[in-house]
């Protein structure tokens, strides 16, 4: 949802593709992997795939018979980089050499990759017309529209999103008023969360849209998502 709430968890106001993740980088090894993904493994070698391979799934807890029962309900795959995943995950892959791991990937010769923190929060930074799609709004309120950054040294972890550069200064473009995104990785996610918030008050866009809640809520479940990615479930 656009806005968020202290009422409602997903918040309020109409949908949005997306305007904020939480990320936890977890081995290959764990239950959810070994239903989800592991299984395409040998499909994917057969073909002779080489990128990124996404599953997105909800996992659900049912009361069933006596006992609590989790089901794993894939939604959609996806074989290209997806964004804002993809600030989310290179805030913590910077360690590596990024052009060395994406020729590995192509020619499949990486075998493993390191990660610099366990946790990354991304937040999506929007303007008129988001969330909908229109040309016109986006040429009345937002096209050609100055971004700045109050620190104008300081461009770590913001993102280009729907925007292009003339002479160095950065203007929005497109038609869905996505601008940019701001991320950061860290050993918590509320270290994650502070520095990507901090990113996101360096960015001076006009009619400046976000939610103020991403990750807020992540912390007080993390165990039961952490128990949920371990334990035996149900692929349905």
Known sequence: KLMPSDRHQSGIGPATGEMGTVGLWKDKGFQLY?????????????????GYF???CIVEINYIDGEFKKFVRPLEMTNRFGWPTMPL??????????GELFHGIATGTMSDFKV????????????????????????????????????????DGIYPGDCYTEAGQWRASGDMGYPA??????ETIEEARHLAYD????????????RIDIGSLVPQNLESIKTLLQFQTELV
């Open 116 to 155: 610099s923190a366990p946790y990354s929060v991304c937040v999506v930074i929007g303007c008129p017309p988001l969330p909908y799609v229109s040309q016109e709004l986006a040429d009345t309120y937002s096209t050609d529209m100055p971004i700045l950054f109050k620190d104008a040294e300081e461009r």
């Open 54 to 56: 996404d599953i997105n």
């Open 199 to 210: 990113r996101v008050d360096n960015l001076i866009v006009p009619n400046k849209m976000f």
């Open 34 to 50: 070994r239903e989800t993904l592991e299984k395409f493994v040998p499909i994917l070698a057969k073909e002779g795939y080489r």
């Open 181 to 186: 995104v701001c991320a950061a990785g860290a």
């Open 89 to 98: 995950q290179i805030e913590t892959m910077r360690i590596n050499d990024l």
